[in-house]
C-alpha cells in the first residue's frame, strides 16, 4: 500500500472536429485551452495525442499526425514547464514531439511499432511509458485470450524494460503500463486491477489508463456515454493509488485530483 498520491496525467486529444470547416487551426486552438484548462485544474503532467487507439480507428499519416501535436506542443511550452507526454506509435512523430517540447514518449505499442523505435527512444534520451497491448488497435478486442493475464502482461513488461535499457534507454526514463482495455475483456481487466502490486513489484514506476474506459459500461450498461463513467473512473484509479501506481492518465482532471487528495490524506492519518 502507498500513501503517496499517484500524479495525474491529463488527456488532451488534438483530433479534427468534423463538425467544424475552420480547419486546422481551430483544432489547436481548441487543444491548446483545454491544455490549459487541465493545467489549471491540477494536472501534473500532459498526454498529447494525435491518432486515437480506439478499436477500429483509423489511421493518422506521419506528417498529419506531426501536423496536429507539434503546434500545440509548442504552445503549451511556451507558457508552462509542466512535463508532457506524445502519445504516438510513430518513431518520427516523437522525434518532432520532442524537438517541439515534449518531455516523453507515450508508446501503445511498447516500441514494438517500427523497426527504429527501440534506437529513437535511446537517441531522442526522452522518458518513455512501455505500454501492453495484445494484438494491435483495429483487432484487439476481437477474441483476447490469457492463461495468467496479470503474469502475461508483467512477464511482457519486463521483457521490453529489458529491450528498451539494451537499445540504450536509461532505467530512470522508463515507465511501465498494463494497458487496461487493449486486447482484454472485462474479466482480463478486473485481474489487471486487482493484481496492479505485482505490476508495481517489477520496480518500475506504473502508470494506469482507466479514465472513461469500456469496462466501467461493462459494469454500469447505463453508463452508454463515455463522460457517463466518472465514478468509475474514480474507483479504477483509487484502486491503482491503493496498489502504488505513480501516476494515472486521466480526462477528468480536477475530479481525480480532488479524490486522491482525500485518498491520501486517510492513507495517511
Ligand atoms: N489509453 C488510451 C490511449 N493511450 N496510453 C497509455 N499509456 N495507457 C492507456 O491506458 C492509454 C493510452 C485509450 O484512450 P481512448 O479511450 O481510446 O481515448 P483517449 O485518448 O481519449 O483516452
Avoid at 31 to 43: D, K, P, Q, T
Wanted: hydrophobic letters at 50%; a negative charge; proline letters at 5%.
Amino acid at each position: 500500500m502507498s500513501s503517496k498520491r499517484p500524479k495525474v496525467m491529463g488527456v488532451v486529444n488534438v483530433t479534427p472536429d468534423s463538425f467544424s470547416d475552420g480547419g486546422r487551426f481551430l483544432d489547436e486552438a481548441a487543444a491548446v485551452s483545454h491544455a490549459r484548462r487541465l493545467i489549471a485544474e491540477g494536472a501534473d503532467l500532459l498526454d498529447l495525442g494525435g491518432e486515437s487507439t480506439r478499436p477500429g480507428s483509423d489511421p493518422v499519416s506521419e506528417a498529419d499526425e506531426i501536423a496536429r501535436v507539434v503546434p500545440v506542443i509548442a504552445a503549451v511550452r511556451r507558457d508552462s514547464a509542466i512535463p508532457i507526454s506524445v502519445d504516438t506509435m510513430k518513431p518520427a512523430v516523437a522525434r518532432a514531439a520532442v524537438a517541439a517540447g515534449a518531455d516523453i514518449w507515450n508508446d501503445v505499442t511498447a516500441l514494438r511499432g517500427a523497426p527504429d523505435a527501440l534506437a529513437t527512444a535511446a537517441e531522442l534520451g526522452c522518458g518513455v511509458v512501455l505500454m501492453h497491448m495484445q494484438g494491435e488497435p483495429r483487432t484487439m478486442q476481437d477474441a483476447p485470450r490469457y492463461g495468467d493475464v496479470v503474469a502475461e502482461v508483467a512477464d511482457f513488461l519486463a521483457e521490453r524494460a529489458g529491450a528498451a535499457m539494451a537499445a540504450g534507454v536509461a532505467r530512470d526514463r522508463i515507465t511501465l503500463d498494463p494497458g487496461i482495455g487493449f486486447g482484454k475483456t472485462l474479466a482480463h481487466n478486473l485481474a489487471l486491477l486487482a493484481g496492479l502490486d505485482r505490476i508495481v513489484a517489477l520496480g518500475f514506476p506504473v502508470l494506469l489508463g482507466v479514465s472513461r474506459k469500456r469496462f466501467v459500461r461493462e459494469l454500469d450498461p447505463t453508463a452508454v456515454e463515455a463522460g457517463d463513467r466518472l465514478g468509475g473512473s474514480l474507483a479504477a484509479a483509487l484502486a491503482g493509488a491503493r496498489a502504488g501506481v505513480a501516476m494515472v492518465r486521466v480526462h477528468d482532471v480536477r475530479e481525480t485530483v480532488q479524490a486522491l487528495t482525500v485518498w491520501s490524506a486517510i492513507d495517511r492519518s
